[in-house]
T-cell receptor, first 115, second 115 residues
């Protein structure tokens, strides 16, 4: 079955450490997204990519970086510059806008905590 | 610019009672509207979507929502709540004619179902 795989499910970061969250999709979607979820704040967009080798900042990109070298993969790095990284991170994908109204599909998330 | 407001961060109903979760949106262009459900420590699952074909939209698990342009609302309803409906629900908006499928999410409504 097609879907989005996020790994690991739980991740712990030490102070000053960069960590990378993996997101892989086999839905053949062009667009991919990273969201951060905090209690009571809903989902906030970190970065998104509409096509390979291109990505744009979302609303809360500071302290994060991404790459999009392959269509299937959109890894997110939480850098040491992100001072409050504890959150639930969700990856999503969707067909391009031209494929009319298609919703985003989500992975099962990675929960990041600070040691 | 687009935004979504979900009234009531917590809603509690009895099993078998009507479920009503409120969503109001703001959009400068005709919107696409979505409801997603999230179970604990999981990703988001699409319940239903409005894409201008019909104002009353039926989704999975017996949920439906009605698009009311005059009220800028897209409330989610279910005639009879089941214990398995206990979850967090998110309303989201995307603008028609835009270049991407970026979604703006509400802050979510946590639904509790009492036996």
């Amino acid at each position: 079955d097609g879907g989005i795989t996020q790994s690991p499910k739980y991740l712990f970061r030490k102070e000053g450490q960069n960590v990378t969250l993996s997101c892989e999709q086999n839905l053949n979607h062009d667009a991919m997204y990273w969201y951060r979820q905090d209690p009571g704040q809903g989902l906030r967009l970190i970065y998104y990519s509409q096509i390979v080798n291109d990505f744009q900042k979302g609303d809360i990109a500071e302290g994060y970086s991404v790459s999009r070298e392959k269509k299937e993969s959109f890894p997110l790095t939480v850098t040491s510059a992100q001072k409050n990284p504890t959150a639930f991170y969700l990856c999503a994908s969707s067909p391009p806008r031209g494929r009319s109204n298609q919703p985003q599909h989500f992975g099962d998330g990675t929960r990041l905590s600070i040691l | 610019a687009q935004s979504v407001t979900q009234l009531g961060s917590h809603v509690s109903v009895s099993e078998g009672a009507l479920v009503l979760l409120r969503c109001n949106y703001s959009s400068s262009v005709p919107p696409y509207l979505f409801w997603y459900v999230q179970y604990p420590n999981q990703g988001l699952q699409l319940l239903l979507k409005y894409t201008s074909a019909a104002t009353l939209v039926k989704g999975i698990n017996g949920f439906e929502a009605e698009f009311k342009k005059s009220e800028t609302s897209f409330h989610l309803t279910k005639p009879s709540a089941h214990m398995s409906d206990a979850a967090e629900y998110f309303c989201a908006v995307s603008g028609q004619g835009g270049a991407t499928n970026k979604l703006i999410f509400g802050t979510g409504t946590l639904l509790a179902v009492q036996p």
